[in-house]
């Protein structure tokens, strides 16, 4: 049970089904040592911690201290997350929330129940060699490239303007090519697929698929597969199982 003090709200990671008063112990948001606890409507729950604060900063180390919390309660519950700096004002307002969306979180609890996210990116090893690649294998990347070469830098300028354009399409349609390859391998296995922006020009995939528990194995073992078919061009960076943070996202609106 959550009692309030003045000048604490509530701060709400994630929906859950249980009746009971549960205490996950003091790892609240916020690096105080809160006490994450839960409020109760029936038998779903909202996980809370007090917190000072209405608003958090999006950032890294915030972030990971709202995620480390569902993360923690999913190790016995099927979780539900909510979106990040989701704070009430008193526990009513909680409370309020569970009553009015009941069937809604009943739901989307039996819809995860047993199911996982599995976080895959996937990155080239060396650039250098893709960028060589791409160079040696378009003529007319090879035209432009020589007829830079031949020219003084000044009177060149828009031609090198037109090769970084070219360059830079060829990577995507290259990336674009070894990404489908690994989701059409992938994809049959997971129930949904999420896909993320990626970062930078060695990044191929980032990517998040929603996976049954019986078949985990299964999507372990094929991301074995790919590591080892990629001949050592390519690191694949696998995290899971982890809440769902890409497949449900509840937002709530207090009034």
């Known amino acids: 049970m959550v009692s309030m003090e003045a000048g604490n709200y509530l701060y709400l990671y994630c929906i859950i089904e249980t009746g009971e008063e549960r205490n996950f112990g003091p790892i ?4 105080r040592g809160d006490l994450v606890t839960t409020i109760n409507y029936d038998d779903i ?21 709202h995620q480390r919390v ?40 039996r819809e995860m129940d047993n199911k996982t996210e599995l976080g895959v990116k996937v990155l080239w090893k060396d650039i250098k060699t893709v960028f060589r690649e791409i160079g040696e294998g ?27 354009r070219m360059v830079q399409a ?4 290259k990336k674009n090519e070894v990404a489908d390859n690994i989701l059409e391998r992938l ?9 993320n922006k990626v970062h930078g020009d060695s990044m191929i995939l980032n990517s998040a698929f929603l996976v049954h528990g019986g078949r985990v194995k299964e999507f372990d073992d094929a991301i ?4 080892s ?22 937002v709530v609106e207090w009034r």
């Open 229 to 250: 078919s990629s001949n050592d061009r390519m690191g694949i960076k696998y995290v899971g199982p982890v809440a769902p943070f890409n497949f449900i996202n509840i």
């Open 28 to 31: 609240g948001v916020g690096g």
């Open 224 to 227: 074995a597969e790919l590591e």
């Open 45 to 65: 729950s909202g996980v809370v911690s007090r917190t000072p604060l209405l608003k958090y900063d999006l950032n890294r180390e915030n972030l990971l201290g």
């Open 187 to 195: 994809n049959p296995i997971a129930l949904d697929t999420a896909i």
């Open 70 to 109: 569902v993360e923690e309660v999913m190790k016995e519950y099927t979780v539900l997350p909510v979106r990040f700096c989701t704070v009430a004002e008193c526990a009513e307002d909680i409370r309020r929330v569970l009553r009015k969306r009941y069937a809604e979180f009943k739901r989307l609890i």
């Open 138 to 164: 378009d003529p007319e990347i090879r035209r432009l490239k020589g007829n830079i070469a031949s020219r003084p830098l000044k009177q060149a300028y828009s031609e090198s303007i037109a090769l970084g």
């Open 170 to 173: 060829a990577l995507e349609s």
